[in-house]
């Protein structure tokens, strides 16, 4: 991330990942959320990370709801896993409120148990849980519209 970026979560000591999975599964996962969360693109080819830039776009503008989507699948597939079932409800319901708030997204809590919002205008991306807190679904569309 650029020198500006003040990203705490990613500037303290070093971490011992191992028990969280394959180790290029991890870095890729941390790679990815990092080109993320500074406003880039993210690409690989074969062993080559890529972070994808274009000076001509500014950082601001439209969200994307449909990459929030792909963004929160694909932490959930690896990480919901390796959770521990008797925080998993917490986590996951962490996780996807801490994507919107860094996203800048309003989160509202209005479907809850069943989903999280995070709206931005008049639409938002929902993320649907089990009653053991794993997400089972996530998906954009009109605020308080029909369920996605």
Avoid: K
């Avoid at 999280?116 to 993320?127: A, F, H, K, N």
Wanted: glycine fraction near 10%.
């Amino acid at each position: 991330a650029a020198e500006a970026e003040d990203l705490p979560e990613l500037s303290g000591e070093r971490l011992d990942l191992t028990a969280y999975g394959p180790r290029e599964a991890v870095a890729v996962a941390l790679a990815r959320t990092a080109a993320n969360v500074a406003g880039h693109t993210f690409a690989s080819l074969g062993n080559h990370f890529l972070v994808v830039t274009d000076e001509r776009l500014s950082g601001t503008g439209t969200i994307d709801l449909d990459a929030a989507v792909t963004d929160i699948r694909g932490g959930a597939s690896w990480l919901q896993g390796l959770v521990e079932q008797e925080t998993r409800d917490e986590t996951m319901r962490s996780l996807a409120r801490s994507y919107f708030e860094r996203l800048g997204l309003q989160v509202w809590h209005y479907g809850q148990p069943d989903f999280i919002s995070g709206v931005t205008g008049l639409y938002e991306v929902r993320v649907y849980f089990a009653p053991d807190g794993t997400i089972t679904h996530v998906a954009p569309g009109m605020v308080m519209g029909a369920p996605l």
